[in-house]
């Protein structure tokens, strides 16, 4: 029985080979743009319309993060801050329609997987699972500008004229 564990585990290795730092980042990722790995911190997330209106959609001092991997694996997690009172029932198998309609209008998450488009500079949210269902398997596109420890991405609507700002600075 050990001569077979050690076998397959020898099986294994030869298949696969050793897991190296090397392995495990995605060159394509890091090329892509080196400076945007790691974790930032959420610190505006404010929309314009076009008469110059702004919206603070998840208030004016917004709680989250971006997480971007050297494997071109991304998290996103915003909520809205202050935040929402806790549930009535202090249950959220209890909680009534009315608490999850402002719970879902309260918090944006989603996972997935990223690249970068240096050129255009645009970054591709691809979108493998959110708490927004029309989210999911859908490729979000990000206009960004990275200056040193601040990344701001920014987006025009054609649709309206609106700007969807966000600004994340570096978690050091």
């Known amino acids: 029985m050990r001569a077979l564990i050690l076998a397959t585990a020898m099986l294994s290795f030869l298949v696969s080979g050793p897991v190296t730092a090397a392995r495990r980042t995605n060159p394509a990722v890091a090329a892509g743009e080196p400076g945007l790995i790691g974790t930032w ?3 505006r997330f404010e929309s314009r319309s076009k008469d110059g209106k702004v919206d ?26 202050p935040p929402l009172p806790p549930l009535a029932s202090g249950d959220s198998d209890k909680s009534s329609d009315a608490e999850k309609v402002q719970a879902f209008g309260a918090y944006v998450g989603y996972f997935g997987t990223y690249r970068v488009d240096r050129t255009k500079h645009v970054l591709h949210h691809q979108v493998e699972g959110s708490i927004n269902p029309s989210y999911t398997n859908t490729d979000q596109l990000r206009p960004y500008r990275l200056k040193g420890d601040t990344l701001i991405i920014e987006v025009n609507d054609p649709t309206d ?12």
């Open 41 to 43: 911190r959420l610190v």
């Open 161 to 172: 004229g609106s700007i969807y700002n966000r600004e994340l600075h570096r978690v050091r």
């Open 56 to 81: 603070y959609e998840f208030g004016e001092h917004p709680l989250g993060y971006f997480v971007y991997d050297n494997t071109g694996h991304l998290s996103v997690q915003i909520m809205r801050n």
